[in-house]
Every structure is written in C-alpha cells, then in structure tokens.
C-alpha cells in the first residue's frame, strides 16, 4: 500500500512538472520522496533496496532543481509597477492591487506571509483566497508559507483545515508550510508576477464600526502606509 502512494505521488508530481504547476510538482516530490524513504528502510531484499535508493537519489535531484527554480521566480524579474499608499488612505482593496494581474492563465500561487496568526490576518488570507478563486479560472494550487502559532491552542490550525476543505469543493488544493525564520512577505503568481507589499497581506486597518463603510467592502477600508512593488519576469510565466 505504501509503495502504491509513493508511485502515485511521485507520477503526478512528474506531471505536473511536465505542464508546469511547479509549486504543486514540488510537494508531491517531496511528499513521494518521504513515502519511499519508509518503503526502503522497510524493505529487506538488498537489489529491491538499492533500487529505492537510486530512485529516491533521482527524484531528490529533481526536486532540487524544481525548488531552485521556485526560488528564482522570487529574485528574478523587472520593476513592472510601483504604488505607494499613505497613511489612511482607501481605495486600495486586493481587487485594486492584484486585479490587474489576476487572469485565466494562473494555475499556481504562492503566499509568503509571515502573520496570520490573528483572527484578521486569516480572514485577510480568506478573502485573498476569494478574490484568487473568482477571478483566476484555472487556478488549482495555492500555498501558504508562514509562521506557526504555538500559543492559540491551534486556533491557527484548524482555520487553516476549514479553508482547504473550502477551497476543495471548488477544486483547489491549499496547503500550508511553516517557516520560523521567514521575513519576507510577498505573493508569487505563476503568470510570471511577483507582488511584494511592505505589510504583507495586512495593511488595512481596522473598521471603526460594523455598520461604516469599510466593514465588509474593503474598498472603503483605511490603510497603513506601505509600498507595493511588482515584478515580471516572462521566464516565470507557466501560462
């Protein structure tokens, strides 16, 4: 059974290499890879055993290469479009920032946020995740890479669980990575646009009342001051 779901992750991981959902191939890579790692050291034949580990040598390569690739979208790429918003400022929802390069062509996002700790900055990730839905038509892979919560009795956790189970009915996979040393706060598209914004996900301030405008349409939403800067490199367009 093991080796069955070694086999099936690591062919779709090649798959989805093949047409380019990177972010998704290097998941599957590294969720086979474990799985056959378990495989080997449970097997007993030396030539059966051999041969996981010349196996598990070639998908560690290419895995290596498909997150060296990944990380390359971050650095690469020319100034596209800078926005400087001040201090209270509104007119600056996600539609505002990202609409212009949201399209039928994204099948991949990457979130680096480092907060989303809080009961706003996830309902900040949700709503990112509505807007992505709506108007990226193919989209079917979004991860999250950020900082896990170790003081909210993983309050965090399963906010996350209910979102993927969201995202799955409409056939999108979310998953979730920790990192305890990241800073960086950027949203990385695979038509070739990487979005930095200097708070991240979370430069609205909060509504002054429930009944204002601003407390559901966030067009309306004050903002901290912050910088958005955009960066296109065609070579990371998987479109």
């Given at each position: 059974?093991?080796?069955?779901?070694?086999?099936?992750?690591?062919?779709?991981?090649?798959?989805?290499?093949?047409?380019?959902?990177?972010?998704?191939?290097?998941?599957?890579?590294?969720?086979?890879?474990?799985?056959?790692?378990?495989?080997?050291?449970?097997?007993?034949?030396?030539?059966?055993?051999?041969?996981?580990?010349?196996?598990?040598?070639?998908?560690?390569?290419?895995?290596?290469?498909?997150?060296?690739?990944?990380?390359?979208?971050?650095?690469?790429?020319?100034?596209?479009?800078?926005?400087?918003?001040?201090?209270?400022?509104?007119?600056?929802?996600?539609?505002?920032?990202?609409?212009?390069?949201?399209?039928?062509?994204?099948?991949?996002?990457?979130?680096?946020?480092?907060?989303?700790?809080?009961?706003?900055?996830?309902?900040?990730?949700?709503?990112?995740?509505?807007?992505?839905?709506?108007?990226?038509?193919?989209?079917?892979?979004?991860?999250?890479?950020?900082?896990?919560?170790?003081?909210?009795?993983?309050?965090?956790?399963?906010?996350?669980?209910?979102?993927?189970?969201?995202?799955?009915?409409?056939?999108?996979?979310?998953?979730?990575?920790?990192?305890e040393h990241m800073?960086?706060?950027?949203?990385?598209?695979?038509?070739?646009?990487?979005?930095?914004?200097?708070?991240?996900?979370?430069?609205?301030?909060?509504?002054?009342?429930?009944?204002?405008?601003?407390?559901?349409?966030?067009?309306?939403?004050?903002?901290?001051?912050?910088?958005?800067d955009v960066f296109?490199?065609?070579?990371?367009?998987?479109?």
């Open positions: 059974m093991a080796q069955m779901m070694a086999v099936t992750l690591l062919t779709r991981a090649i798959e989805y290499d093949v047409v380019g959902r990177k972010l998704e191939a290097l998941k599957l890579y590294e969720d086979g890879i474990e799985a056959l790692l378990k495989d080997s050291k449970a097997e007993t034949d030396p030539k059966k055993k051999q041969h996981y580990q010349t196996k598990i040598l070639e998908y560690m390569n290419r895995a290596e290469q498909v997150k060296e690739l990944v990380t390359r979208w971050k650095s690469n790429g020319v100034i596209s479009d800078k926005i400087h918003i001040v201090e209270g400022a509104t007119g600056y929802s996600y539609s505002r920032i990202f609409g212009k390069y949201f399209n039928d062509g994204i099948r991949e996002i990457l979130i680096e946020e480092p907060y989303v700790r809080d009961h706003y900055q996830i309902c900040n990730v949700v709503m990112f995740c509505e807007l992505s839905v709506s108007s990226c038509r193919n989209v079917k892979y979004i991860q999250l890479l950020t900082v896990k919560d170790s003081k909210n009795n993983d309050e965090q956790g399963r906010a996350f669980e209910t979102l993927k189970e969201s995202l799955q009915k409409q056939a999108v996979k979310f998953v979730v990575e920790y990192s800073h960086d706060r950027q949203v990385i598209l695979s038509n070739g646009y990487v979005v930095k914004i200097g708070r991240g996900l979370n430069y609205f301030k909060p509504s002054p009342s429930r009944y204002c405008l601003g407390a559901f349409n966030f067009h309306f939403r004050e903002c901290r001051e912050t910088n958005v296109y490199c065609p070579e990371n367009n998987k479109s």
